[in-house]
């Protein structure tokens, strides 16, 4: 695992641990500096806020209507995005964060073509 710092056009973005199923991102987002709007396809996506103010735009559909839902967290504030869910955020003032993505794993996950059973020996 390499913790490589990358430049973003809102901030920089350098990931500190990546294993498995779990990803820690720090991220520094410059005052006004904003992500673009995007979802992941299996990934949980959790914000914490060491220092500053991230709002966390969140869109849904209920009932056949767009909405979207505005978050704002300050330090030690925190929210979280499921998969498939369309999202971004804007730093109010200069912050540091955290994402913290994660995947579940579904226990009906296994797709069965048949019942099994015992051959005769």
Not at 7 to 14: I, L, Q, S
Not at 89 to 105: D, G, H, M, P, S
């Amino acid at each position: 695992m390499q913790n490589v710092t990358r430049g973003k056009v809102w901030g920089n973005t350098a990931k500190l641990f990546s294993l498995n199923n779990v990803e820690i991102h720090r991220i520094e987002v410059e005052k006004g500096g904003y992500c673009s709007k995007h979802s992941h396809k299996s990934k949980y996506n959790l914000f914490y806020v060491e220092d500053g103010e991230l709002e966390i735009y969140i869109y849904r559909t209920d009932a056949g209507e767009a909405i979207r839902d505005e978050t704002v967290l300050g330090a030690g504030g925190s929210t979280y995005v499921e998969p498939g869910v369309p999202h971004m955020f804007k730093a109010n003032q200069r912050t540091i964060a955290f994402e913290i993505y994660w995947v579940e794993l579904d226990e009906r996950d296994i797709r069965r073509e048949n019942v099994g059973g015992k051959a005769d020996l």
